[in-house]
């Protein structure tokens, strides 16, 4: 056979190909022009390639799952750890507002015991300035000054436990 009888051979097969992708559609000059082109290989390449990405991606679905489940737990784990601490702060926060409020009546019931610990010793120098003003020693006067004298040591108690009771700043 000649060389340009068999050059045009084959452009005439190349030419009657229909170029379809669809293999069902090919006829006999696209199953040789996609053979010596590598039509086919690329194809098959092609399919095995989207083939392997979807089994790696299957594959990886469980793990994935399980990594979506740990983050999950961690995020549960994370919420029922702040729920815990607002939890403690506004239980901390109750008892200062407790406290306070508790710090507010103990003061108003200070300054009542004050008020009537500064009448009694205003009483008490009245007394005192009644029994100095007596004329001179009797069984009397030293029965008012012993009185005097307790009502004194009563009124420094109190003084003493009002003080205790009064919270330092």
């Known amino acids: 056979?000649?060389?340009?009888?068999?050059?045009?051979?084959?452009?005439?097969?190349?030419?009657?190909?229909?170029?379809?992708?669809?293999?069902?559609?090919h006829n006999i000059f696209d199953v040789y022009a996609n053979v010596i082109t590598g039509g086919y290989d690329?194809?098959?390449?092609e399919r095995e390639e989207r083939l392997g990405r979807e089994e790696r991606a299957r594959?990886?679905?469980?793990?994935?799952?399980?990594?979506?489940r740990q983050e999950a737990a961690v995020a549960r784990g994370e919420a029922t750890r702040l729920e815990q601490q607002i939890a403690a702060q506004r239980s901390e926060t109750d008892r200062l507002a407790r406290e306070i409020a508790e710090s507010r009546a103990r003061a108003r019931?200070?300054?009542?015991?004050?008020?009537?610990?500064?009448?009694?010793i205003v009483s008490l120098q009245d007394e005192q300035r009644r029994i100095a003003a007596q004329p001179g020693p009797s069984a009397q006067a030293r029965q008012d000054i012993e009185a005097a004298r307790q009502r004194q040591a009563a009124l420094q108690r109190q003084w003493d436990a009002l003080v205790q009771a009064t919270p330092r700043e």
């Open 1 to 25: 056979m000649r060389p340009a009888l068999t050059l045009g051979a084959v452009v005439f097969a190349l030419g009657a190909c229909t170029g379809a992708q669809d293999t069902r559609q």
């Open 109 to 120: 019931m200070d300054q009542q015991r004050l008020a009537q610990l500064q009448r009694d």
């Open 59 to 68: 594959d990886m679905a469980p793990r994935d799952a399980r990594g979506a």
């Open 42 to 45: 690329r194809r098959i390449a």
